[in-house]
C-alpha cells in the first residue's frame, strides 16, 4: 500500500519510467537481507565481458536511505505550558477562591467608607469639610502601595506579598475603629491604603500565572467579581449596622478588620507562583506545585530525562535583572505601558468619583440616610451581572474590544445618573446607577484580566503595580473634585465629566494589544 498526500490507500500516480519499462520480474525462493533483488542473470555475451566495477556494485550491501519518517525526541513542555494546558480543576477553584475571599474583602473595606462618610458629614459635622481627605488619603496610601507591593511580588513572591498586606490594613482597618478625629483616621486610612494598594495587583497576577491559558481571561474576570461580593457586604453593613447609633461606624470599621485573620490561611495554604519559583532556581518546589494541579486533573506528569531537566533549569536565569519602571518602557512595551496606564487613572476617576460619594451624594439630593443606603445596596447588586457578561465576552470579544465597549457603557449611564440625580426620579436614579455598576464593574474584570498579560513574568508584578498605582492618583483627586464640580454646575455636570472621563479610558483601550489565547511571557 502506498501512503499518498491524500492518506493511506490512495492510488499511486503512474510514472514515466513505469510506462517505458517493465516491471523486472523478482526471484523465487526467500530473499535474504543484504540481498537486492534484480532482473534474472542473462548468459554471459562473449562481445560485451561483464564490467568488474558493476559487478562489484550490485554484490555490495545495501545502506538504508534517510526518510522523513524516522523517530526524534519530542519537545518537552516547560512547566508554564503544561500549566497552561491543563483543564480548569479543583485546585484552580481552591485558588480562585482563596484569591477572591481577600479580594471581597478588599472591597469591604472601600465600600464601608462612604458609608462612614455619610454618617461623620453628621456625628462629626465641624470637621465634615476635611472628610473628603479621608478618601483621598486612603487613595494615595494606595497609589504607593500599588508600585512597591508590585515590585516586591517580582522579589519576595506573590504569595508573602498577598498575606502581608492583607495583615497590614486589616489591622489598619480595625484600628481606624479607634480614631478620635478627622486627622487620626486620615493617617490610618493611609496605612489601610498602603495595604489594600499592593494586594490587588498580587492576586490578579497570581491568579492570571496559575489560570488554564484558553480561559484565562474569564478565570481572572471571576477573581474580579468578588469585589462585587464585598460591595453588596459593604452596602449591608451600611445598611444595617451603620444607622444603628452614632458609633455605628465604628463598629462597621470593626468588621472591616477580617481581613488580618484571612492572612493566616493565605500564607499557610495558597501555592507560590511557579513561574516566580522558577525564577528564583526553586526548581523542586515549582515542580512539586505543577505536579500537584497535574493530579488533581488526572494528567500524568512527563517522564523528563536528567538532561532535559538540567536544561531547562539553566535556561532560567538564576539571578534575574532586577525589575524596574524603566524596563516598562524598553523595546515593544512602551506604547502598552503609557495606553494601560491611561485607562487605569481614567477608569479610577471616574469610578471612586462617582462611587465615594453616591450615599452622600443622594443625601444631598434629599433622600433619608437609611433609603439613601437601601438605593445604593439595590445599584450595587448589578455588578455581579456585569461581572458575568465580562467573563462571557472577555474570551469571544477579546480583552481590547470587551475593555473599550464597557467603558462606553459607563459613559452613557453616567451622564443619564446624572441627570436623574438632579430630577429626583427614583427610578431614574435607579436604574442608571444599575447601568453604571454594570458596566463599570464589568470593565474593572476585563481590566485586571488584560494588565497581567502584557508584561513578562520578571516584569508582571512591576508592570501591573505600578499600573495600579498611577491609577490611584486618580482615585485621590477624584474625590477632592467632586465637591467643586457639584458646585460648579450640580450633578450634572459632576456625571457628564465622569463620562467625558470614561470615553477617553475608552479610546485607550483601543491601544493595547489583543492577547486572548496567548501563552503568558517569560
Same mark, same amino acid.
Given at each position: ?83 497552561? =494546558? ?103 486610612? +493611609? ?32 477573581? =474580579? ?50 513561574? +516566580? ?67 487605569? +487613572? ?177
Amino acid at each position: 500500500m502506498i501512503r499518498s498526500a491524500r492518506g493511506y490507500g490512495a492510488r499511486a500516480p503512474v510514472s514515466v519510467a513505469a510506462t517505458m519499462f517493465t516491471a523486472p520480474t523478482l526471484p523465487s525462493g526467500p530473499i535474504r537481507l543484504g540481498q537486492v533483488p534484480g532482473p534474472a542473470p542473462h548468459p554471459p555475451d562473449p562481445d560485451h565481458p561483464p564490467d568488474p566495477d558493476d559487478t562489484q556494485r550490485r554484490q555490495a550491501p545495501m545502506t538504508p536511505v534517510p526518510t522523513s519518517t524516522s523517530t526524534s525526541t519530542p519537545a518537552v513542555p516547560t512547566r508554564s505550558e503544561r500549566l497552561d =494546558e491543563l483543564p480548569f480543576t479543583s485546585k484552580h477553584r481552591r485558588l480562585l477562591a482563596g484569591s477572591g475571599i481577600g479580594w471581597a474583602l478588599d472591597a469591604l473595606d472601600v465600600g464601608l467608607l462612604s458609608f462612614v462618610i455619610a454618617q461623620l458629614m453628621t456625628v462629626w459635622s465641624d470637621q465634615a469639610g476635611q472628610l473628603a481627605w479621608v478618601a483621598s488619603a486612603g487613595f494615595a496610601g494606595m497609589a504607593i502601595g500599588a508600585a512597591v507591593g508590585g515590585s516586591l511580588a517580582d522579589r519576595l513572591g506573590r504569595k508573602t506579598v498577598f498575606a502581608l498586606t492583607l495583615l497590614l490594613y486589616g489591622l489598619a482597618t480595625g484600628l481606624s475603629a479607634l480614631s478620635w478625629s478627622v486627622g487620626v483616621l486620615l493617617v490610618l486610612r +493611609f496605612v489601610v491604603g498602603l495595604g489594600l494598594g499592593s494586594e490587588l495587583p498580587v492576586a490578579s497576577t497570581l491568579v492570571s500565572e496559575f489560570s488554564p491559558r484558553r480561559i484565562r481571561g474569564r478565570v481572572v474576570v471571576l477573581l =474580579e467579581a468578588f469585589w462585587a461580593v464585598g460591595s453588596i457586604a459593604a452596602a449591608l453593613v451600611g445598611y444595617l449596622v451603620i444607622p444603628t447609633s452614632d458609633d455605628g461606624w465604628r463598629w462597621a470599621l470593626l468588621i472591616g478588620a477580617a481581613p488580618a485573620l484571612y492572612a493566616v490561611f493565605v500564607r499557610l495554604k495558597m501555592p507560590e507562583s511557579v513561574r +516566580f519559583l522558577e525564577s528564583r532556581g526553586r526548581h523542586d518546589e515549582a515542580e512539586r506545585t505543577v505536579r500537584g494541579f497535574e493530579e488533581a486533573a488526572g494528567v500524568l506528569a512527563p517522564t523528563v530525562p536528567a538532561p532535559t531537566v538540567a536544561a531547562e533549569e539553566a535556561r532560567v536565569v538564576e539571578k534575574p535583572a532586577r525589575a524596574s519602571v524603566g524596563r516598562l518602557f524598553g523595546a515593544g512595551m512602551a506604547r502598552r505601558t503609557v495606553a494601560i496606564w491611561v485607562v487605569w +487613572f481614567m477608569t479610577n476617576f471616574s469610578y471612586y468619583g462617582a462611587f465615594v460619594w453616591l450615599p452622600s451624594l443622594l443625601v444631598a439630593a434629599g433622600f433619608p440616610l437609611v433609603r439613601s443606603f437601601e438605593y445604593v445596596l439595590i445599584i450595587t447588586l448589578a455588578q455581579l451581572p456585569g461581572y458575568a457578561a465580562s467573563a462571557w465576552l472577555i474570551e469571544k470579544w477579546g480583552r481590547r474590544g470587551t475593555l473599550a465597549t464597557f467603558l462606553l457603557g459607563s459613559a452613557v449611564a453616567a451622564v443619564f445618573f446624572g441627570f436623574g440625580a438632579v430630577s429626583g426620579s427614583v427610578a431614574q436614579i435607579l436604574v442608571a446607577g444599575m447601568a453604571l455598576s454594570f458596566f463599570n464593574l464589568g470593565a474593572w474584570g476585563a481590566l485586571y484580566a488584560v494588565t497581567p498579560e502584557l508584561y513578562p513574568t520578571p516584569l508582571r508584578g512591576t508592570g501591573a503595580g505600578w499600573a495600579a498605582g498611577v491609577g490611584r492618583i486618580a482615585s485621590i483627586a477624584a474625590p477632592l473634585s467632586v465637591p467643586p464640580l457639584i458646585a460648579l454646575g450640580g450633578p450634572p455636570t459632576l456625571f457628564v465629566v465622569f463620562g467625558a472621563v470614561f470615553v477617553v479610558g475608552a479610546v485607550a483601550a483601543t491601544m493595547l494589544p489583543e492577547l486572548r489565547g496567548t501563552r503568558l511571557a517569560e
